[in-house]
């Protein structure tokens, strides 16, 4: 749980001054969203691609947020993502989990006997499907935090052309997945 503290620091020959630094402390009222009472979370449907259409496609399945961290809006598991109902932005959170498992990150060192993929370039993987996919799909709203957590976990890198090739494969493969076939539209 985030403390917020103030503390005032005397310098020899200077006046005291005030610093204000925030503490994390182990406290035991801390709760998820699911252990409160209310009705349901429904998440708001994406206009042009159904979420329920992809996951089934995509053969990945939601499961129930249940973690207490309240830095985490998200996290994928196998064949499984889960989304917190707080996330500010719930869509690109979805998109971006649905990543990680399409790029494979969820199975790596599962099913590959080789090296796993370092968590920042899997970290950027995900968010640049979800940034491409939300933008297809009219969610502008979160680009500027795309681009921040991009260059956060780039760390002044460049995005290799592997990882670019990867990155329009799965945003594709999740678009498609969402949308109705040809044969569908208009029925």
Request: charged content about 25%; hydrophobic content about 40%; glycine content about 10%.
């Amino acid at each position: 749980m985030p403390i917020h503290v103030k503390r005032t620091v005397e310098h020899e020959g200077a006046d005291a001054e005030e610093v204000a630094f925030t503490r994390f402390l182990l406290k035991r009222n801390w709760f998820v969203l699911s252990q409160t009472g209310g009705r349901e979370f429904a998440p708001e449907p994406i206009p042009g691609w159904d979420r329920s259409r992809a996951l089934l496609a995509l053969g990945i399945e939601e499961i129930a947020f249940t973690h207490t961290d309240g830095n985490v809006w998200g996290f994928a598991r196998g064949k499984q993502i889960a989304v917190s109902p707080l996330s500010p932005m719930p869509d690109r959170t979805l998109l971006h989990e649905i990543a990680h498992v399409i790029l494979g990150h969820t199975a790596e060192g599962v099913e590959q006997d080789g090296p796993t993929t370092p968590r920042n370039i899997r970290e950027v993987e995900a968010e640049g499907v979800a940034l491409i996919c939300a933008s297809a799909l009219g969610l502008t709203a979160g680009i500027e935090y795309s681009r921040g957590y991009l260059q956060h976990w780039l760390s002044g890198q460049e995005i290799t052309e592997r990882s670019s090739q990867r990155i329009f494969k799965a945003a594709d493969q999740i678009l498609r997945a969402g949308r109705e076939s040809a044969g569908q539209e208009g029925e």
